[in-house]
Each structure stands twice: as C-alpha cells, then as structure tokens.
C-alpha cells in the first residue's frame, strides 16, 4: 500500500525546468533509492515529495493528503510531525550537544523537557554514541554527526524519513556502517524512506531503485 | 591582488553587497555618534575657555575703563550687567565687541537684544538707561543663550557708585569654574561609556558573517591562494566597508548637527560653529576607522585556521573560569564594611565605599563572560522549548562575544546610575520636586558687608529715608506684598538669643508679618518681634521648609521703632511672573545698594540656582545612557544579522523539518533581547546598591536619599524598547535567508 504518491510533477526555476512530469510512489515501510546523475531532478523530486516544494503542476498524495495543495504552515506542520530528513552535512546546530540535537525536534514540538531528552537519551546505545551526548557538532566525527542526524530525523517518530546523499560526505566505510544503522533502524521503527543518492553501492540498501533523467522517473528496479 | 579584493567585495554578488551595506551602515551610525561626542566635547571646551571678562577684579590707579559689574535676573536666568565709562581712547574692550559704548549706548547679547525687543518694558527694558547700538559677538559670550550686557555711563555717574573700579586690563583668562574639572571627567567617562559600544558595534560590524567569508578564503586556497593574500583580501573587504560606513557617518553627522546646537548637555546650546569634531576628528574617522577595521578583521583571521581543505573546525572555546569572579567578589567583599557600618561614623568620608565602587565596576567587567556563562547554562537546564534551548546554548557557546556585545552598555547603565544617586547627595541632597511656600517669594539683601553686627557709622543697610522710595515703589506694583527685615537696635542685645548667633538674628513687624503669613505669627500684643533669620540664606527648599515658621509665640517682642531701623532685606512675595519681573525693575536702579553676592532672586530660583548641577549632570547621564542603549541595540542587531547568516544552513534545515519561523525568532529574540535587558538590568541595580553608602555617606544628616529622576528609567525603558525594535526589525532577514525554497544540502 503506498504511502506516498507523486503524479506528473513538474517544477521549474526560472528557465530551468527541474522536473518534467516525474510521477512515482513509495510503499509503506519500503526504502526507495532515487538516483541519476548531478542535475537531473532528484533534490528538486526530494523537496516536492517532502512539501519543501510546492510544485508548478502535478500532484503529491502523504496518506490521501493532497500535499500540493496545503499551505505552507500546513506543510511545515506536516513535516515536523510525520516525516524526518537527512542530509549531507551542515543539518546539526553547532551550539548544542549531541543530545541537545536530537532532543530539539521534540522540544520545538511541544514536548517536556524531561520527557524529550529521556527520548533522545534513549538513542545513543542505538546509534552506537554512548557516552558522546555531551559532545558538540564541532567534536564529533563526521560519521558521528550523521548518525545523530538519523536519530535526530527518526525520534519523532516519523511515517517517511528522506535522506539526501545522507553519505555523500563521509569515507566509503563510515559511509557503510551509517547506512547500516540507518536501514537497520528505519526498519525496526516501519519508516518508510526515499533516499537520495548517486552511489550504486548506498542505493543496494534499498527496498526499490528508481532512476531520475531530464526531470524524468525513467525506470524502476526492484533490488 | 588588491583589485581583486575590491573585485570580491564590490562584485561578490548580493550577499557581498548586503554585508557591504549592513556594515556600512552599523559603521556610518557609530562614526556618526562618535563625531557628534567629539564635537559636543569641543564646543565645550571652546566655551569654558573664553576669557572671563565678567571676572575682572583687578583696578589700576592710571586705568583707562571705570568698570561696575553685577547680575540681575529675569525669569529666573542671570543678567551680566556692566557699567563702563572710557577716561581715555586707549581704554581696553571686552571680547565680541570693536569698542566700548557711549554713555546712553548699551550693547546686549543677542539673547538678551530679542528680549529686550519683545518683554514689556516695566518688566526688563527699564532697567537699562540708554539705546541698543549693538550686540555682543560670540567671543564674548559662552552660549547664544547667555544675557549679558554692556552700558554705557557717563564718567561722573560711575565714579560715585560703590563697588566701581578703574581698571587697565580686562580678564583673559577662563572662568575659573569648579565644575569644569567635573565636567572633563564627565564628558571623559561619557566617551569611554559610549566608545566601547561603539568600537563594539563597529568590530562586530566589520566581523559580520564572517564565517561565511571564511569558507571563501578557503575555496581560494584551494587554488593556491597564499596567506598574505588572503590577508590582503580580508582587509580590503573590512576596509570597503568601514571606509564607506566613515563617509556615511560623516553625512549623518552632518544631519545630526543642527539638532546638537539646539541640545541644552549642560543647561545652555553652544554656538553651531563650535560643534566640530575638528579635522583630526574628521582624519580620524575617515583613516583610523578603515584602518582599526583591517586590523581587527586581521587578528580575527588569526583565530581560525583557514586551509585548503576548508576552515578548521569548530570547537568550542576554553569556558571562562571562575578566578573572573574573583574580583567582583574582592569588591562586594569591600562593599559590605561601609554598608554594615554606622551610617554616623560613615558621613562625609565615603573611602570605602567609593574603593569598593571601583572594584565591584571593574569586577564585574571581568566576571561578565563568566556570569553569561553561568546564566546561560542555568538557563539551558531550564529552558522548556526549543527556543530557549537554542538561545541558551549560544549564549553559553561562546559567552565573551555575548558579554563583550553588552559590556559597553554594563559600564554605561552602572556608572550612569551610580552617578545619578550619588550627585543628588553631593549637592546637599537637592531635591528639584520639593516645593515651598516661600519658592516664589523675592528676597534681596541690601549691602551691609557681613550679616554681623556693624560697627558704629557703616552703612549695613538702607537707612530710613533710602528705603522709603523702594518700599513705596514696590508697594505700588499692583500684586506685591512687601516685608522688610531690620537690623535689631542695639538695645535688642537685652532680650533672649533666638538664634544660633547674634549676626543672624532679624527684626520684624508684626504688622508686615500679616501680608506674609507663611513666615509666621507674633505673640498676642506684640508689634515688633527678633527673628532668627539665618536659616533664610539657604539654597535648598528642603532645609527652607524645615525652618519655617520663622515666627512662633516664643519669639520676644522688641520695642524698636522700624522706621528708625536699618533696613537688611526685603522679602516680596508677588502675584505673577510679570510683577516679579516688574519688582526687579524697580529695584534695578538701587542695583549699587543690593548685596553684590545677593541678586535679587526668589527662593525658588535660588534653589533652582542649586539644582542646576545636579539637573545638568542627571540630563549628561540620562542621554548618555539613551545613546548608550541604543547602540548596544544596533550593535546586537548586526550581531543578530551576522548570526543568521552564519547559522543559515542549519536554521534553514530546522525550517525543512518543521519548525515554523516564530520558534526560530522567538530563538534570536532570546539570546539577544535578554543579554541586553538582563545586563541593563544588572548594570542599573549594581549601580544603585553601590552608590547607596556613598551617598548615605554625602547626604544631609536629616535628609532622606534621593534617587535617580524617573526621567532617567524611563530613558532606559525607551532606550530598551527601541533597541528591541531594532533587533525586531532585524528578524525578517531570518524569514529570508532561511526559506525552504532555498534549501540545498548536497
């Protein structure tokens, strides 16, 4: 059953068009790599699927919700409450702790203080950081930092976590073990993830591949 | 390399041309500010050190000029008057004038010649005998405000007044003023108040996103850019920008500069032409502004690392320890012993106090990174949204940049309050809002040298005959009541001392006292009555008022005939502005009778006449702390600004996952609006608990402590809630730069 579905999406900016009609879905629990090369839409597929976007035409569908036509704080509602993100690098406050990172999505939520940093305590010995909740961004290794990103974008407890080439910045074998953690994890919480990349070898992570070209979804590949 | 620094500064794109403009602007305003101080500053200066003419004492047996000078008063402001007559062409001229008048010429101040043009004549114009042939040029005078005049006399009528010298040299030398001291160190502490913020609000300026232009200097590196090059880069952008923020400071000086020569700093406007920072002022800010600007930009590109491979990371700078709070510890510990002590053994000699003053200021400049720190870790433990956590944590990231944003104001709000608490007891513990009975009431002394008893034929006083023409002029003013006090006969010396010495002691009419009865009743039968009046020579309405009533039914009758009395003083009380001025006439033409210490003043005006210090001191700390505030405010704007910019990725990506931008500015809101109000705060309550013993020290033994004018909070109330809608206005830069449709991570 999917859970998320984009039909015929076009996007364009200014005289560029980043999307020409990419129209593709995501199961519930499924991991599904989006890859092509350095400019063929798949960040702007990314942003539209999350709502970052609204697109130009074309339809988003979260959970029957028609995400192309809610407003910008009903899309940012959304985002804060059913789905999480990942990217390269740069997505943690340098000020504030590890644990003060992953707390933060909940405290911005409305949740007590006692309660979110219990949450997000609760994350270091899954993410493989005991003992580093103290550490600040600037501390910590750039695999360290990522794997906070996943238990940042995942202790809310979204429906659908996208992750933006969530290894583009690491070495291949911190870059392994951080897809690791993160497959192990989402499917352990039933996330369902659309993963953003260009490396064959992340995309072997996925449930499904699908290829972005011109803007285009041209083919799907069920690993 | 040069023009291809202009080349990235000028043409970097829109966020180099918005950096460009920020700093330019946050630079123009605190260059202007800094040249309207340096150019208040010179015209003071330039006004204390006229030639005091008025202050001319020394006669000469061959001089030229027969010299008679006194003060008179209209509405409540002081009136220069001198009497001259030249003897002989040679005769020396005072300042602002080619020669000296006529007889039946006077030449009055500008101020004084539009008064005289447009107040009725039995309220000013009569005083002066004679015609208006000129006015006085600003050599002459300190102030356009001043009223000063110079009359004309023929040689005979001055020769028989009193008090008239023949003088060949008129004085050179400045007014020998006992507040000058006082001022210098005023406007000196008033400069360093605001220059702190000021170079803060620059430095912070010119190091505005300088993280991002970091990330550039490592891209050029990359490519083989050398360190003096990047040095050279770096500067050239500080330099651009601080050098167009002087010229722009410049212009708003210039639109600044008609409103200082309206601005009244020390109760009166100096002349526009004095207002200058000079052209050092002018070299200053156009060479060693861009100048300090490539220095600091310099010693910050020391602090990172900037390799190819991008700028060394981040990692959080040592926390400040906790021997910074020893200092202030020092001082509070210094501060208890006057505070503890008999307020008795205290008075008059406030040492300690003043020392721990001192100590405590400089220890909590020092303690400020560590107090931020603590302060905002507490507040991190405790803060329940995410708004609080943000704030906290940045705060407490790097807590010297956060203090050293709000230490100018520190030092400003704490020495600024201190001043306003201890001033009022320095000067007697004047109190501008008491009032009395008797503040509108004129008293003039008449001159009889010294309030003893004199000795056998010395005039002390008017004599019968002489007082009868002025109590009848003044009994003829429609609205006035008239009281004379005489000199007690010598049979008087009999009865019971009333007051605290023979010299001070007055006698009245009972049936005078009628038409004045605040002063008093007599006793039941009595007609005349001793008084001690020594109480009356007083500045202050507070120590007025306890005196008063002068008369009581313990007071002993005499049995003196006052129309065979010397008369000392007069007191007259008057229905109106216009009869006060009126009386003042009248009694102008006996102005070589009156006291020349004693101007004839009602108490009101003398007490004014007091307060004036204090009103001028309280009004210098009050715009000081204003300004203060309100660059502090501008300095945390840009230091707003430059934060986003610098925190643009990962605000963007809390934006991306769902938090709305009110948590982000209420965020930006905390970690600034709360230093500021937490520091001025702080500052304003340190202050005052300092000043406290000094000022118990100072006070009048039997007068309450005055506190600052509440015109002085509501300055820092305003200057607050300005600041905040500075940081406020800021805020929509967030909404901007961090808008989802940007967002772009890979």
Same mark, same amino acid.
């Given at each position: 059953m999917n859970i998320l579905t984009a039909d015929e999406l076009t996007k364009s900016f200014g005289a560029t068009a980043a999307l020409q009609g990419a129209t593709m879905s995501l199961k519930r629990g499924e991991i599904l790599a989006v890859m092509g090369p350095s400019g063929s839409g798949k960040s702007t597929l990314l942003h539209c699927l999350a709502g970052i976007f609204a697109p130009d035409s074309g339809s988003v569908c979260f959970d029957d919700i028609r995400l192309d036509e809610l407003s910008d704080r009903q899309r940012t509602k959304l985002r804060r409450t059913d789905f999480g993100f990942v990217f390269q690098f740069g997505q943690l406050v340098p000020e504030l702790t590890a644990v003060d990172n992953i707390a933060l999505p909940l405290l911005l939520g409305g949740v007590r203080r006692r309660t979110a940093y219990a949450r997000a305590a609760a994350w270091f010995p899954r993410l493989g950081l005991d003992g580093l909740d103290g550490r600040r961004t600037g501390e910590l290794s750039g695999g360290q930092a990522q794997?906070?990103?996943?238990?940042?974008?995942?202790?809310?407890?979204?429906?659908?976590?996208?992750a933006d080439e969530p290894t583009g910045a690491l070495d291949s074998l911190t870059g392994e073990k951080v897809m690791d953690l993160l497959v192990d994890t989402v499917h352990a919480e039933g996330t369902s993830v659309v993963l953003v990349t260009h490396d064959a070898r992340v995309a072997a992570h996925a449930d499904r591949q699908v290829t972005v070209r011109d803007g285009k979804v041209i083919s799907a590949v069920r690993v | 390399m040069v023009r291809f620094g202009l080349h990235m500064s000028l043409r970097g794109g829109r966020e180099a041309l918005i950096r460009l403009l920020v700093t330019a602007a946050a630079v123009g305003i605190g260059v202007g500010l800094l040249l309207s101080v340096l150019g208040m500053y010179h015209a003071y200066q330039t006004a204390v050190a006229k030639p005091c003419w008025e202050c001319t004492q020394q006669s000469s047996a061959d001089g030229q000029l027969l010299w008679n000078y006194n003060e008179d008063v209209y509405a409540g402001k002081t009136i220069e008057r001198l009497d001259v007559a030249t003897l002989s062409t040679g005769a020396p001229t005072i300042p602002g004038l080619a020669h000296m008048p006529e007889p039946d010429q006077y030449y009055a101040s500008p101020a004084l010649a539009a008064l005289l043009a447009t107040a009725p004549a039995d309220e000013l114009r009569d005083r002066f005998p004679g015609a208006l042939a000129g006015?006085?040029?600003?050599? $002459?005078?300190?102030?356009?405000?001043?009223?000063?005049?110079?009359?004309?006399?023929?040689?005979?009528?001055?020769?028989?007044?009193?008090?008239?010298?023949?003088?060949?040299?008129?004085?050179?030398?400045?007014?020998?003023?006992?507040?000058?001291?006082?001022?210098?160190? $005023?406007?000196?502490? $008033?400069?360093?108040?605001?220059?702190?913020?000021?170079?803060?609000?620059?430095?912070?300026?010119?190091?505005?996103?300088?993280?991002?232009?970091?990330?550039?200097y490592a891209a050029m590196r990359l490519v083989g850019a050398t360190r003096l090059q990047i040095s050279t880069v770096a500067s050239i952008d500080a330099v651009i920008g601080a050098f167009v923020g002087a010229i722009l400071g410049l212009g708003i000086y210039a639109l600044v500069r008609p409103l200082l020569s309206d601005l009244q700093l020390l109760g009166y406007r100096f002349y526009p032409d004095e207002i200058t920072p000079t052209t050092w002022g002018y070299v200053g800010a156009l060479i060693a502004v861009p100048l300090a600007a490539a220095l600091a930009c310099l010693a910050s590109l020391r602090r990172v690392g900037i390799s190819p491979l991008g700028v060394t990371r981040r990692v959080t700078p040592p926390a400040p320890g906790f021997w910074r709070a020893l200092p202030l510890l020092a001082g509070l510990g210094v501060f208890c012993i006057p505070l503890l002590a008999d307020p008795a053994s205290q008075r008059h000699s406030p040492g300690l106090a003043v020392l721990s003053l001192v100590v405590v200021m400089l220890g909590l400049m020092i303690a400020g990174p560590w107090l931020?720190?603590?302060?905002?870790? $507490?507040?991190?433990?405790?803060?329940h949204g995410g708004s609080g956590l943000l704030a906290a944590r940045r705060l407490a990231d790097n807590p010297r940049a956060a203090f050293r944003a709000v230490s100018g104001l520190v030092l400003a709000v704490m020495v600024g309050t201190a001043l306003a608490s201890i001033v009022p007891a320095a000067v007697a513990s004047e109190n501008t809002s008491q009032d009395s009975a008797l503040a509108n009431v004129l008293r003039v002394g008449f001159d009889n040298g010294s309030r003893a008893k004199q000795a056998p034929n010395v005039l002390a006083g008017l004599t019968p005959a002489a007082a009868a023409p002025v109590l009848a002029k003044i009994s003829a003013i429609p609205g006035t009541n008239v009281v004379p006090l005489y000199h007690p006969s010598p049979a008087d010396d009999a009865l019971p001392q009333v007051g605290l010495f023979r010299g001070g002691e007055s006698v009245i009419s009972c049936a005078d006292l009628k038409t004045l009865p605040v002063i008093g009743t007599c006793p039941s039968s009595a007609t005349t009555v001793m008084v001690d009046t020594s109480s009356m020579y007083t500045d202050n309405l507070a120590a007025l008022n306890d005196s008063l009533p002068f008369v009581t039914a313990q007071n002993p009758a005499t049995t003196d005939d006052v129309g065979q009395l010397l008369v000392s003083d007069l007191m007259v009380s008057t229905d109106s502005a216009a009869t006060l001025e009126r009386v003042r006439t009248v009694l102008s033409a006996y102005g070589t009778d009156i006291d020349p210490d004693e101007s004839p003043m009602t108490f009101g005006e003398v007490s004014a006449a007091r307060a004036k210090l204090y009103l001028e001191i309280q009004r210098m700390v009050t715009i000081i702390a204003g300004v203060t505030l309100l660059v502090a405010g501008c300095g945390l704007a840009i230091a707003v600004s430059g934060g986003v910019v610098e925190r643009k990725r990962p605000f963007t990506l809390l934006r991306v996952t769902g938090t709305d931008t009110g948590a982000l500015h209420r965020a930006v809101l905390l970690e600034t609006i709360l230093p500021l109000v937490a520091a001025t705060v702080v500052a304003a309550g340190v202050g005052l608990a300092l000043a406290f013993p000094i000022a118990r020290a100072l006070a009048p033994a039997r007068h309450a402590l005055v506190l600052p004018h509440a015109n002085y909070y509501l300055t820092l109330g305003a200057g607050l809630l300005v600041s905040a809608i500075i940081v406020t206005a800021c805020l929509p830069i967030l909404g901007r730069i961090t808008a989802t449709e940007n967002a772009r991570f890979e």
């Open positions: 794997r906070v990103a996943v238990g940042r974008a995942l202790v809310t407890g979204p429906k659908v976590l996208f | 006015t006085i040029g600003a050599a $002459g005078l300190q102030s356009p405000d001043e009223l000063a005049i110079v009359i004309g006399q023929p040689t005979a009528a001055l020769t028989s007044l009193p008090h008239t010298l023949r003088i060949s040299h008129i004085q050179t030398a400045p007014r020998d003023l006992s507040t000058s001291q006082f001022y210098k160190f $005023g406007f000196a502490l $008033g400069a360093v108040a605001l220059l702190v913020p000021l170079l803060v609000l620059i430095g912070t300026a010119t190091r505005m996103a300088a993280g991002r232009r970091e990330e550039r931020t720190m603590v302060a905002a870790r $507490g507040l991190a433990r405790w803060a």
